[in-house]
Nanobody, 115 residues
Framework: QVQLVESGGGLVQAGGSLRLSCAAS????????MGWYRQAPGNQRELVAI???????NYADSVKGRFTISMNNAKNTVYLQMNSLKPEDTAVYYC?????????WGKGTLVTVSS
């Protein structure tokens, strides 16, 4: 079993930056991919960015050039550096991890961007 714990959310003004962290505990050796999804009120959960252990990354078009995902394989931790934040980035951000047939989710951390 894997537990994911997110941190780093909060309130920031438009144009500001935040860094989210997600640490995996438990049987983390089986994790191959870690990433971030977000869900704004009234919207479906959507992909923000993912990273493989090998360093391959993928971003939603809406965050390309502003967000950077990185993964520390030794610590089973994934980070999301968010710059030039916009009000439309306001959402609950969820950490996600995949390993084999399994998928795990964190409880989410709220990011609020004021205009």
């Amino acid at each position: 079993q894997v537990q994911l714990v997110e941190s780093g959310g909060g309130l920031v003004q438009a144009g500001g930056s935040l860094r989210l962290s997600c640490a995996a505990s438990g049987s983390g050796r089986g994790i191959n991919v870690m990433g971030w999804y977000r869900q704004a009120p009234g919207n479906q959960r959507e992909l923000v960015a993912i990273s493989t252990r090998g360093g391959s990354t993928n971003y939603a078009d809406s965050v390309k050039g502003r967000f950077t995902i990185s993964m520390n394989n030794a610590k089973n931790t994934v980070y999301l550096q968010m710059n030039s934040l916009k009000p439309e980035d306001t959402a609950v951000y969820y950490c996600n991890a995949k390993g084999g047939p399994f998928t795990w989710w964190g409880k989410g951390t709220l990011v609020t961007v004021s205009s």
